[in-house]
C-alpha cells in the first residue's frame, strides 16, 4: 500500500535551519507530482510547495519563497525540505503529500516542527 | 490572493444532512477538492473535482457546484463523520484551502 514517511522534524531556534525528508513506498514515486503542506497548532491547512514528477518544475507559496527549497531524488522514492530561516510563524506539522492531476490523494502522518 | 470562504462550523443531529459550502470568485470554472480531517490524523481526501468520490469513501458524501459555490453533503451524518472538512482549488500555481469546517454531530 501506499506509504509516505516523514522525518527530520524537531526543535529549533528561530534563525536556524532543518531539512526534512519523506519516504515514499507502495507507488511509483516517479510517476506523481509531490508537495509539502504544513499545519500550525490548531490552524488550518497551508500548501507550501509542490515539485513535478521529474523536478523539473517547481512552485513555492509566498509565505516560504527565497527561504524553503524543495527538491526529490528518484532513485531513492525521497521527497525533501530544506528549511532555513525559520521564524516561529514556521512551527507547524509538515506533511509529505503525493498530487494527482489536481487534487491531493495519499498524505503522511507528518512531522512537527517547533521554531522556539 | 485567491481566498476560498468556509463556515467555521457546522452541527448537524445524527442521521440528518449536513452541508457545508466553499465560496470562491470564478470557483464554477476551477476543480474543487474536499479533505476530512480527523483530530490527531492527516486529512484524507473525500471528493476530487467536485463531485468524484475516491473508493473507500461512502456514498453518503457526495459534492455539487453552483455558481460561485461548491457544496460537500453529508447524509445521514454518523457520529464518525465528526472532523474538520476543508475545500481545495488551484489558482495561479498556487493551491489554496479553505480555512475549515468544524462538523459536529449531535
Known amino acids: 500500500q501506499v506509504q509516505l514517511v516523514e522525518s527530520g522534524g524537531g526543535l529549533v531556534k528561530p534563525g536556524g535551519s532543518l531539512r526534512l525528508s519523506c519516504a515514499a513506498s507502495?507507488?511509483?514515486?516517479?510517476?506523481?507530482?509531490m508537495n509539502w503542506i504544513r499545519q500550525a497548532p490548531g490552524k488550518g491547512l497551508e500548501w507550501i510547495s509542490y515539485?513535478?514528477?521529474?523536478?523539473?518544475?517547481?512552485y513555492y507559496a509566498n509565505s516560504v519563497k527565497g527561504r524553503f527549497t524543495i527538491s526529490r531524488d528518484n532513485s531513492k522514492n525521497s521527497l525533501y525540505l530544506q528549511m532555513s530561516s525559520l521564524t516561529v510563524e514556521d512551527t507547524a506539522v509538515y506533511y509529505c503529500?503525493?498530487?494527482?492531476?489536481?487534487?491531493?490523494?495519499?498524505w503522511g502522518q507528518g512531522t512537527l516542527v517547533s521554531v522556539s | 490572493s485567491y481566498e476560498l470562504t468556509q463556515p467555521g462550523a457546522v452541527s448537524v443531529a445524527p442521521g440528518q444532512t449536513a452541508r457545508i459550502t466553499c465560496g470562491g470568485d470564478?470557483?464554477?470554472?476551477?476543480?474543487v477538492h474536499w479533505y476530512q480531517q480527523k483530530p490527531g490524523q492527516a486529512p484524507v481526501l473525500v471528493i476530487y473535482?467536485?463531485?468524484n468520490r475516491p473508493s473507500g469513501i461512502p456514498e453518503r458524501f457526495s459534492g455539487s457546484k453552483s455558481g460561485n459555490t461548491a457544496t460537500l453533503t453529508i447524509s445521514t451524518a454518523q457520529a464518525g463523520d465528526e472532523a474538520a472538512y476543508y475545500c481545495?482549488?488551484?489558482?495561479?500555481?498556487?493551491?489554496?484551502f479553505g480555512a475549515g469546517t468544524e462538523v459536529t454531530v449531535l
Open positions: 515539485i513535478s514528477s521529474t523536478g523539473s518544475t517547481i
Open positions: 473535482r467536485d463531485t
Open positions: 481545495h482549488v488551484w489558482d495561479s500555481s498556487t493551491a489554496v
Open positions: 470564478n470557483i464554477g470554472i476551477k476543480n
Open positions: 507502495g507507488f511509483s514515486f516517479n510517476d506523481y507530482y
Open positions: 503529500v503525493r498530487g494527482y492531476r489536481y487534487y491531493f490523494d495519499q
